[in-house]
């Protein structure tokens, strides 16, 4: 690991300032993923700023949204009543990432900042473009069993890891954040995390320096009849192979509105609006989910070793949506 600098912040502008004024800077909260990719040699920022006196750590109800701060906690978040009460959906999806050890350290904003598993780019021998832009990506004729089929693009084919993000995308949160200027700014997570195309490197639309502050969680009905299911290979601290988080409001037998999203499949969370339409307006049975099913992987593109997956994400989401709707959740 390379020599870094550690500063504790305790103000927002001040930790604004310190890391927008240096090109080698991080912001450092729960540090589950920094410190890991610094022992590899993957990331060696020369100044860590701890943002965690900061008063991000809480979480707040009004009548139409939740708000939580940058800091909390997964596991905070996950086992918090409004939570469970409004969506069920990110509470399932924070309890089936990582482990009881990494959730009690690992912070919301961490969870959106999350950096791929790709054994590439935590390889500094291998070329990534993510890691080294223009350099190749030796995933695309390598071992890509776990790589991503929606999305990709010929720089770059990794998966984004997160499960929080997918129940996020699901619930159309937003979220907030300070820039160096001092200005703040609301953030649709639609269009957060960026697809890789020609610059892979780029994976959020953040600016250097910009912090992000909360997150915001609008309460809606649809929301509160959700469920996430993830598929893996093994049970605890594994990232998944496909996943999905669902929505459904259901009226006499027939589906009113739905809400899809998936993961594990794709180079960022991936929300489905070919699913959601095949979904809305017809019955809540097996063959329509199977029709949602096909729609939202019906542009997936696979590598070599991971066409497995487009069924997998396909049954992944029948399976979901029939638990939701029988209660099986």
């Known amino acids: ?35 890991d990719l610094m022992k590899l040699d993957v990331l060696a920022p020369t100044h860590l700023v701890d943002i965690n006196r900061l008063p991000l750590s809480e979480i707040t109800a009004s009548s139409d949204k939740i708000t939580v701060g940058a800091n909390v906690r997964n596991s905070d978040l996950a086992h918090h009543p409004a939570i469970h009460r409004h969506f069920p959906v990110l509470s399932e999806a924070l309890l089936a990432g990582a482990s009881a050890q990494l959730r009690n350290m690992a912070t919301t904003a961490g969870n959106l900042l999350q950096r791929t598993r790709c ?5 500094p021998v291998s070329r990534c473009n993510k890691r080294d832009p223009a350099s190749g990506c030796d995933a695309i004729s390598g071992v890509n069993r776990s790589h991503a089929v929606l999305g990709a693009s010929e720089h770059c084919i990794s998966t984004h890891p997160s499960d929080m993000c997918v129940a996020l995308v699901m619930l159309d949160a937003t979220i907030q954040t300070l820039l160096p ?3 703040s700014r609301t953030l649709p997570i639609a269009g957060f995390h960026l697809l890789p195309g020609t610059t892979p490197h780029l994976e959020t639309i953040l600016q ?18 959700s469920h ?7 049970a605890s ?34 929300r489905s609006p070919e699913a959601e339409a095949a979904l809305v307006n017809q019955p809540a049975s097996r063959s329509t989910f199977l029709a949602a099913a096909n729609a939202a992987l019906a542009a997936a ?13 396909r049954r992944t989401l029948v399976h979901a949506l029939e638990q939701l709707t029988k209660g099986g959740n």
Do not use: C
């Open 1 to 35: 690991m390379h020599p870094f600098s550690f500063i504790p912040a305790a103000t927002s502008e001040a930790a604004i300032q310190a890391v927008a004024t240096n090109t080698q800077a991080s912001f450092f909260a729960g540090g589950t993923t920094l410190i």
């Open 119 to 123: 054994s590439y780019f935590r390889d």
């Open 181 to 183: 200027n001092g200005q």
């Open 208 to 225: 250097h320096g910009e912090l992000i502050t909360h997150i915001h969680l609008p309460i809606t009905g649809v929301t509160a009849n």
């Open 228 to 234: 996430y299911l993830k598929v893996r290979d093994r």
């Open 237 to 270: 601290y594994e990232f998944a192979l496909a996943s999905a988080a669902v929505a459904l409001s259901i009226v006499d037998g027939t589906i009113s509105e739905a809400r899809v999203a998936l993961g594990g499949i794709a180079t960022r969370p991936w």
């Open 301 to 313: 593109q696979p590598q070599r070793h991971n066409a497995f997956k487009i069924d997998l994400a």
